[in-house]
T-cell receptor
Framework: GNSVTQMEGPVTLSEEAFLTINCTYT??????LFWYVQYPGEGLQLLLK?????DKGSNKGFEATYRKETTSFHLEKGSVQVSDSAVYFC???????????FGKGTTLSVSS | DTAVSQTPKYLVTQMGNDKSIKCEQN?????MYWYKQDSKKFLKIMFS???????INETVPNRFSPKSPDKAHLNLHINSLELGDSAVYFC????????????FGSGTRLTVV
């Protein structure tokens, strides 16, 4: 079946530290991959996406590369800020007409 | 302009009551969804409509009934509310092409007492 596995949180970092949140997936075919962010009390916002192997999605200093050989889509940021504190969700879209499948989310807490 | 709007934002109600949550999108998307987020932040798809047609109906108690009067609206009606229904319910919309992401509403926090 289709599934997404994310590293367990919480992840606690100091401002300007390097961030990696691991995400691996299981899927048939060639899914599209996404990272969403949820700030406290808000809905989910699309952070970045990649629709085929070796694509790199990027936004607001965050990056993730679609690696088919390792079935991974790890999220990275070179220098985190306090305002990046949120819950991050990795998700995949297996085929047209099926809903996004989300990982369990990883809470990031950044202190100054 | 809010792209996906849900009402109400908060809903506190007693067990056994019937309640509805409304969702509207002004993005011209053809597909809408309801997700449930539990206390551990886990997101689970409940329903999906494409152009007013139900296309995803996960294993959800039949006390939950979605209704889509047109492709811009997707409402969720819940009968005989139970304590375990307490959660945050998110509406989302997208183009059916899987390469597009979803746009989410800000959620409805339902508390059943």
């Amino acid at each position: 079946g289709n599934s997404v596995t994310q590293m367990e949180g919480p992840v606690t970092l100091s401002e300007e530290a390097f961030l990696t949140i691991n995400c691996t997936y299981t899927a048939t075919g060639y899914p599209s991959l996404f990272w969403y962010v949820q700030y406290p009390g808000e809905g989910l916002q699309l952070l970045l996406k990649a629709t085929k192997a070796d694509d790199k999605g990027s936004n607001k200093g965050f990056e993730a590369t679609y690696r088919k050989e390792t079935t991974s889509f790890h999220l990275e940021k070179g220098s985190v800020q306090v305002s990046d504190s949120a819950v991050y969700f990795c998700a995949l879209s297996p085929t047209a007409g099926t809903a996004l499948i989300f990982g369990k989310g990883t809470t990031l807490s950044v202190s100054s | 302009d809010t792209a996906v709007s849900q009402t109400p934002k908060y809903l506190v109600t007693q067990m056994g009551n019937d309640k509805s949550i409304k969702c509207e999108q002004n993005l011209g998307h053809d597909t809408m969804y309801w997700y449930k987020q539990d206390s551990k932040k886990f997101l689970k798809i409940m329903f999906s409509y494409n152009n007013k047609e139900l296309i995803i109906n996960e294993t959800v108690p039949n006390r939950f009934s979605p209704k889509s009067p047109d492709k811009a609206h997707l409402n969720l009606h819940i009968n005989s509310l139970e304590l375990g229904d307490s959660a945050v319910y998110f509406c989302a919309s997208s183009h059916r092409d899987r390469g597009h992401g979803y746009t989410f509403g800000s959620g409805t926090r339902l508390t059943v007492v």
